[in-house]
């Protein structure tokens, strides 16, 4: 059974630029959430995706954005970087609706630098 | 805004013993559930045990076991027969009941077992 999986595994960028991450839901699950950890802090929430459409959003940006694709797979994209962007981004895959326990299966992370 | 509060930046335990990582939140809700995750050094998090606050039993799940105290809004995890496995970051975590998909996290506990 294959697990949630993220691509890259490292990152690394320059202030300005524009970045795409890339995940891969758990088999059979259909709703992708994302989040952002900065160093030493617990995850915060970005953004989640069902149904190709962004469901909720947390309080970033708009330089945050998303898309779901219909294979369920999803990608983060990050413009004009900012050194605070700089952390471990995580995954996390959940099946809806009728799965009451919201249970999430995250990924193991892209760790972003940005320079 | 709900919040989730651990007080334990860092706790240790030895081998074999049990330790108690405490775990606290802010909500004007009902209708929620409660997760411990684990994050260990390879990045992954992994739910640990969850809680649905309409469930007055506390959920067990092997050697984890929760205090869940909805009045006083306390959440503690109980590590029993700790292993060298289990060192690594926890994080408590919030998620509101209905239609809004956002997981809060505290800031993590991070957990040292001794030999």
């Known amino acids: 059974d294959a697990g949630v999986t993220q691509s890259p595994t490292h990152l690394i960028k320059t202030r300005g630029q524009q970045v795409t991450l890339r995940c891969s839901p758990k088999?059979?699950?259909?709703?992708v959430s994302w989040y952002q950890q900065a160093l030493g802090q617990g995850p915060q929430f970005i953004f989640q995706y069902y149904e190709e459409e962004e469901r909720q959003r947390g309080n970033f940006p708009d330089r945050f954005s998303g898309h779901q694709f219909p294979n369920y797979s999803s990608e983060l994209n990050v413009n004009a970087l900012l050194l605070g962007d700089s952390a471990l981004y995580l995954c996390a895959s959940s099946l809806e609706p009728g799965f009451s326990s919201y249970e999430q299966y995250f990924g193991p992370g892209t760790r972003l630098t940005v320079t | 805004a709900q919040t989730v509060t651990q007080s334990q930046p860092e706790m240790s335990v030895q081998e074999a013993e049990t330790v108690t990582l405490s775990c606290t939140y802010d909500?004007?809700?009902?209708?929620?559930?409660l997760f411990w995750y684990k994050q260990p050094p390879s990045r992954q998090m992994i739910l640990v045990i969850r809680q649905e606050a309409y469930k007055q039993q506390n959920a067990t799940e092997n050697r984890f076991s929760v205090n869940f105290q909805k009045a006083a809004k306390s959440f503690s995890l109980k590590i029993s027969d700790s292993q060298l496995g289990d060192a690594a970051m926890y994080f408590c975590a919030y998620k509101p009941g209905g239609s809004n998909y956002k997981l809060t996290f505290g800031k993590g506990t991070l957990l040292t077992v001794n030999p």
């Open positions: 909500t004007s809700e009902s209708d929620y559930y």
């Open positions: 088999s059979g699950h259909d709703t």
